[in-house]
């Protein structure tokens, strides 16, 4: 081979070596840039989660702050009603004195005709006489037979107050302890309430707060009259009685009222409406003749109205 041959053959060799390297730093720099997109293409797979959860959380503040938001203005609501329950409550006392004031001042008869048991079918009968008269009265009711609930709410519609005698006006159940009475109370309350929507606190015990009934428990009435007091309610007994839970009839009843009502200006008279109490309904309406010829208002029981408390004979 001449030299000039020998020349040729190496640079041909130089050259195909410098090819070969170069594509080698090309496919090295192509390889470590699909490497750094796909690096880049995580990352930004990652920023693009990153910032979806973010929104998340920052959505989840917003609802839990909405939620805060309207809790304090529902607490606000609330504290406004308070607010204005105290303020009612308040007028009413002081309605309350001004209207016992007044009636001693002025000799204001009234008649607060009272039925304790019920409801029965004699109730329909009594609501159907009061009607007629177009008087109102008040119901203490109990909770012992369901398919009488109607006349709850007829009492109710009709403006008679809706007062609370026991749920099961068993006398060794309802005086067992405190705790009894206001569980068998707040379940008649709460049957009252769900049938009008009316919470009433108007209430009657069992046998009166004088009964003798409940001496098995030793001075459980001096208690709960206290305890019913402190709690909101407004107990009445009464002190007229037409007798017939002894089972007076008719004439006996109506010569009870003649001889005991003159002696009151205020009158809470005691009957029931139980389902054997026919001399009641049958004498009713000679009741309401006698006290309006009497000169004597017919108005239901309300939280203004006098309370009648015996002694306490336990």
Wanted: one cysteine or more; proline letters at 3%.
């Amino acid at each position: 081979m001449t030299e000039w041959k020998r020349f040729f053959f190496t640079l041909l060799c130089i050259s195909i070596l410098f090819f070969i390297m170069m594509d080698a730093l090309i496919y090295q720099s192509l390889l470590n840039k699909n490497v750094k997109t796909i690096n880049y293409k995580n990352e930004i797979q990652t920023l693009v989660s990153l910032r979806e959860e973010n929104q998340k959380l920052e959505q989840k503040f917003q609802e839990n702050n909405k939620v805060s938001i309207d809790l304090d203005v529902e607490m606000k609501k609330i504290e406004s009603e308070i607010e204005k329950l105290q303020a009612e409550e308040k007028k009413l006392k002081e309605q309350m004195i001004q209207k016992q004031q007044t009636s001693i001042e002025n000799s204001y008869k009234t008649v607060y005709l009272t039925f304790d048991d019920g409801p029965s079918e004699r109730t329909e009968e009594i609501l159907d006489i009061l009607d007629k008269y177009h008087v109102k009265a008040t119901f203490f009711v109990t909770y012992q037979d369901e398919k009488y609930d109607y006349l709850i709410k007829r009492m109710y519609k009709e403006g008679h107050t809706v007062g609370l005698h026991t749920a099961s006006h068993n006398y060794r159940e309802v005086y067992a302890s405190e705790e009894a009475y206001f569980a068998d109370l707040k379940k008649i309350q709460d049957k009252v309430y769900d049938l009008t929507g009316y919470r009433s606190v108007i209430i009657r015990f069992p046998g009166g707060s004088s009964n003798t009934v409940s001496r098995f428990n030793p001075g459980i009435m001096t208690r709960l009259t206290k305890l019913v007091t402190e709690q909101g309610y407004y107990y009445h007994d009464w002190n007229v009685d037409s007798e017939d839970a002894a089972g007076a009839l008719e004439e006996r009843q109506m010569n009870n009222i003649k001889t005991y009502s003159p002696k009151h200006d205020i009158i809470n008279l005691l009957m029931h409406d139980a389902p054997a109490k026919h001399a009641t309904v049958n004498s009713l309406e000679d009741k309401i003749k006698y006290y309006i010829e009497n000169g004597y208002a017919i108005e239901p029981l309300t939280p203004i109205s006098p309370c009648m408390h015996h002694g306490i004979n336990n």
